[in-house]
């Protein structure tokens, strides 16, 4: 039986589709095992996945006080400082892993940073994987961490060299876990990690949608756009009573979250979101992250959400105002609502252009420029415009006739047996 070691590491939102593609792949026949911080064990074990152990320092940075200042566009120089340890320590558990699981291929998130290295010294297949194109030069558009930059066809490709640097602050742990642990050569400053040791490109599997965001036609063969990785609740999961309650006691509320995006201004961000729900006569349903405050706050017509999933709850609101990260934005196009996105960081600016230029959101509002006026103004919106509401409920369609996991596994396959033909012919 193929064993294949899917890491990943980051938010929910990292997590949640590779434990859907994992849970396919298992039930596919493939033995696989999903490393990723502790912090997540319970949740990759409540889908029957083997669990590989990764410390949950990174988490712990993030949520850090240096963390959530850089979440709010604060300077990232200290948390850059306590970062590396971290991550030559992540590269240990890595290699932990690996060892004990003994795979015969690896799908690896870049952000995890290990995967093309313990390929490189196990000799197996690697594949890149994230929920966003990053990496692949177009000229479409450019890099998405410049998605708010105008360039033009040339310079669109030419903003992707910048991703292929990514790993350059990263290069000294990296080498030294190659020498002192994986027995390698170091690599250059500049090497690239979307090619192999022998010249080929490494695959690539990018988890959306190619109905919220085409696939571009200079886009090479070793690309893959396989749609979005969901992963549906658990069966036995049951929302709560006063959940339950709540929605069925008037008009579809507007989903409120902003993920791990809490950062260090929750306070005054959920002040303005209670005034702009008074000020539009909305009810809402406010998820996670607003800085301390008690459901014995709040009005009568918003709830204070501790947890549910999206597939349940979405298609049973109104409009969905989120930050935009990859996860939240496609549950809320599965689901086939309005979005109202306020950005924070990476490629958040970029999904909000997205859905945007889609016809199926609002023009996004920075999370620096969120007002009372500015997110009222959305929230009415999303909520009132039939067209938008329209366009939104025919993505939708599209987006939930998908197979996202069953196209990545076709690809996945495709290439094992490739590589297991090479190995028997000796090329």
Not at 147 to 171: D, E, K, Q
């Amino acid at each position: 039986m193929t064993r294949i070691l899917i890491i990943t590491i980051g938010s929910r939102g990292d997590i949640q589709p590779f434990v859907a593609l994992g849970k396919s792949l298992q039930i596919a026949g493939y033995e696989v095992a999903l490393q990723t911080p502790e912090t997540y064990k319970p949740f990759v074990q409540g889908y029957e996945l083997p669990y590989l152990y990764m410390n949950n320092d990174f988490m712990k940075l993030t949520e850090s006080q240096a963390g959530q200042a850089a979440t709010d566009g604060g300077s990232k120089l200290d948390l850059m400082k306590q970062v590396m340890p971290v991550l030559r320590q992540m590269l240990e558990d890595e290699w932990q892993g690996a060892r004990d699981f003994q795979p015969d291929a690896i799908i690896c998130h870049p952000k995890s940073l290990g995967g093309y290295h313990l390929a490189e010294k196990l000799g197996i297949p690697f594949f890149q994987a994230l929920a966003l194109p990053l990496f692949t030069p177009t000229s479409a558009y450019p890099t998405p961490i410049m998605s708010g930059i105008r360039l033009g066809g040339r310079f669109n490709r030419f903003s992707y060299r910048l991703m292929a640097l990514s790993t350059a602050p990263y290069v000294g742990i990296i080498n030294d876990f190659r020498v002192k642990t994986l027995g390698l050569t170091k690599r250059g400053r500049f090497a690239s990690e979307l090619m192999k040791p022998n010249g080929e490109p490494v695959p690539m599997l990018y988890a959306y949608s190619p109905h919220v965001l085409p696939v571009p036609q200079d886009y090479p063969s070793h690309v893959h756009v396989t749609g979005y990785w969901f992963l549906d609740r658990n069966e036995d999961w049951q929302p709560s009573d006063d959940l339950v309650r709540f929605l069925e006691s008037g008009t579809p509320p507007v989903y409120i979250g902003f993920g791990s995006m809490s950062g260090t201004r929750a306070p005054e961000r959920t002040r303005i979101v209670l005034a702009a729900l008074a000020k539009t006569g909305q009810r809402g349903l406010l998820a996670s992250g607003w800085g301390g405050l008690k459901a014995s706050d709040l009005p009568a017509n918003v709830f204070m959400l501790e947890q549910a999933p999206h597939d349940w709850l979405f298609p049973r609101v109104s409009a969905v105002v989120h930050h935009g990260g990859a996860g939240t934005t496609a549950a809320g196009l599965r689901a086939g609502k309005p979005a109202v996105i306020v950005p924070f960081i990476a490629d958040q600016p970029f999904w909000g252009k997205v859905v945007h230029e889609l016809g199926v959101g609002v023009e996004p509002i920075p999370q620096k420029k969120l007002t009372l006026e500015a997110l009222s103004a959305a929230i009415s919106q999303a909520v009132n415009d039939a067209d938008m509401r329209r366009r939104a409920e025919a993505v939708g369609e599209k987006v939930r006739a998908e197979n996202g996991t069953g196209n990545a596994m076709k690809v996945i396959a495709h290439q094992l047996g490739q590589n297991q033909m090479s190995a028997v012919s000796g090329k």
